[in-house]
Nanobody, 125 residues
Framework: QVELVESGGGAVQPGGSLTLACAAS????????MAWFRQAPGKEREFVAR????????YYADSVKGRFLISRNVTSNTAHLQMNMLRPEDTAVYYC??????????????????WGQGSQVTVSS
């Protein structure tokens, strides 16, 4: 069993920054990629960012490109999401996810086998 534990999140004013962390532990045989998704009230879970574990190649949703940065630490099996220039529309519960195998449909939640517990991010003045 693989466990993902998230930390970080909280409340911030528009234009501020927050960093989320996601630590993977347990029976980790392989990590192909890790990703972050978010879900606002009444909306579907949406893709935010993804990082390939072997080579660190990243992908971002257009809505966060240039403001968010995803990174990984392969030694500690940890992924981070640095969020800058936050906007009220970034308010959501953020989830980290892990896929142990190749899946070209990386923007879909269905491509990920393991999920973190979720972290609330609130951007408000």
């Amino acid at each position: 069993q693989v466990e993902l534990v998230e930390s970080g999140g909280g409340a911030v004013q528009p234009g501020g920054s927050l960093t989320l962390a996601c630590a993977a532990s347990g029976r980790i045989s392989n990590i192909y990629c890790m990703a972050w998704f978010r879900q606002a009230p009444g909306k579907e879970r949406e893709f935010v960012a993804r990082i390939a574990w072997r080579n660190g190649i990243t992908y971002y949703a257009d809505s966060v490109k240039g403001r968010f940065l995803i990174s990984r630490n392969v030694t500690s099996n940890t992924a981070h999401l640095q969020m800058n220039m936050l906007r009220p529309e970034d308010t959501a519960v953020y989830y980290c996810a892990l896929s142990p195998k190749v899946d070209s449909n990386y923007m879909s939640p269905a491509a990920y086998e393991y999920w973190g517990q979720g972290s609330q991010v609130t951007v408000s003045s």
